[in-house]
């Protein structure tokens, strides 16, 4: 649609550096036959360079989702396995990412959804009444920064709740590029610790589905056990490896966002909307005057699309992507006049 602004799936404004556009476009030539590197070695080799680490701690995989799929399958018997020791436990914080409950499900594993606080902080480890977090779940995902809330967490909260788990934990850092902190250390002091990194929010390549876990190398290995043949297209390989010879471009953009963020928080907060702290790329909001679905609505209607989710802990709020300087002015101006109304 002409005119849309669409700020609802927190893809980021801007686009992919010109070098990988170019070296993309290069590629596409008689190498179209041929399969793409099966490991995606050479990437692994760059991602290691980067993080400090080997090759053999590193797996590739089309995007993020589908390393989250085959963490579920590796390290999680289906119901009916060994669930004294938690074996067959999928647990997650919630509201958290909606794809960790789906992919229980679909292995035919158990769930524990772990509430968060009320600011959407863990809660604490050391009041069992107020924390349902089972320590001996064969998998527990942590999405670090949260999503949908966009608040952070600090490496030394991230490594308490490790200590205190004695399955695999994944620490999925989709936003972290947007954050004060990282986590990936953990994930290299503790063996039983992945974190998964993605090349779809911060840098632009959504299209490209390549993302990344990084951890120790008997969790790799184990995941690399099930890894599909290929599943990694070669032009997503070639485009993250650009994208590692252009960091400079996107840390500008990184601080470009991250401005535009605090701003647009400043001027729905001077209207009177509640704003949770965010160390991602988008605001999780509460309207005012009118419910966040009629939001949602009145927000359609003017060709900006925002985010709402039906769910108790969040259907009051609203989700906002963080786009370019002109899309949030277009935004805060339409808001003004649905609030004029």
């Known amino acids: ?18 070098q990988v556009l170019a070296t993309i476009k290069k590629a596409i030539d008689g190498r179209l036959r041929l399969y793409p590197n099966p490991t995606a070695q050479p990437l692994r080799e760059r991602l290691a360079e980067l993080h400090g ?7 590739i995989g089309n995007g993020s989702d589908e390393l989250l799929a085959m963490a579920v399958r590796a390290f999680v018997e289906p119901a009916g396995g060994n ?19 789906v992919l229980t499900a679909v292995h035919g594993a158990q769930q524990n959804p772990v509430p968060l606080l009320d600011d959407f902080g863990f809660p604490p480890l050391n009041r069992p009444a107020t ?15 949260n999503a949908p809330s966009g608040r952070g967490y600090t490496a030394t909260e991230l490594n308490a709740l490790c200590r205190a788990l004695s399955g695999v934990v994944v620490l999925d850092e989709a936003y972290v590029d947007f954050a004060q902190e990282n986590a990936l250390e953990l994930a290299l002091r503790h063996r039983h610790v992945l974190v998964a990194r993605t090349f779809s929010k911060a840098y632009s390549l959504c299209f490209q589905r390549v993302g990344y876990f990084v951890g120790h190398a008997q969790l790799i290995g184990a995941l690399d056990k099930i ?12 485009g993250a490896l650009a994208t590692l010879d252009s960091l400079p471009y996107y840390c500008a953009n990184f601080k470009k966002i991250i401005a535009t963020r605090e701003q647009l928080t400043r001027e729905l907060v001077e209207l009177g909307f509640h704003v949770f702290p965010s160390e991602t790329n988008f605001i999780l909001v ?20 925002v985010r709402w989710f039906n769910h108790p802990e969040v259907r009051n709020y ?7 300087p002109e899309q949030t002015k277009t935004l805060v101006r339409a808001v003004r ?3 004029d109304s």
């Open 337 to 339: 006049r649905i609030l």
């Open 83 to 101: 669930q004294s020791l938690g074996g067959s436990l999928v647990q997650f914080f919630t509201p958290s990412y909606s794809l960790y409950p």
């Open 318 to 324: 609203l989700r906002i992507s963080i786009g370019t």
């Open 53 to 59: 680490c080997r090759p053999e701690n590193v797996i």
């Open 131 to 145: 924390n349902r977090l089972n320590t001996k779940a064969a998998l527990t995902f942590i999405t670090t920064p």
């Open 227 to 238: 890894r599909d043949s290929y599943n990694v297209n070669g032009l997503g390989q070639i």
């Open 286 to 305: 509460r309207p005012l005057r009118f419910s966040a679905k009629e939001w949602l609505e009145k927000l359609r209607q003017r060709k900006i699309l």
């Open 1 to 18: 649609m002409k005119g849309l602004i669409k700020l609802n799936t927190n893809e980021n404004p801007y686009p992919p550096a010109a």
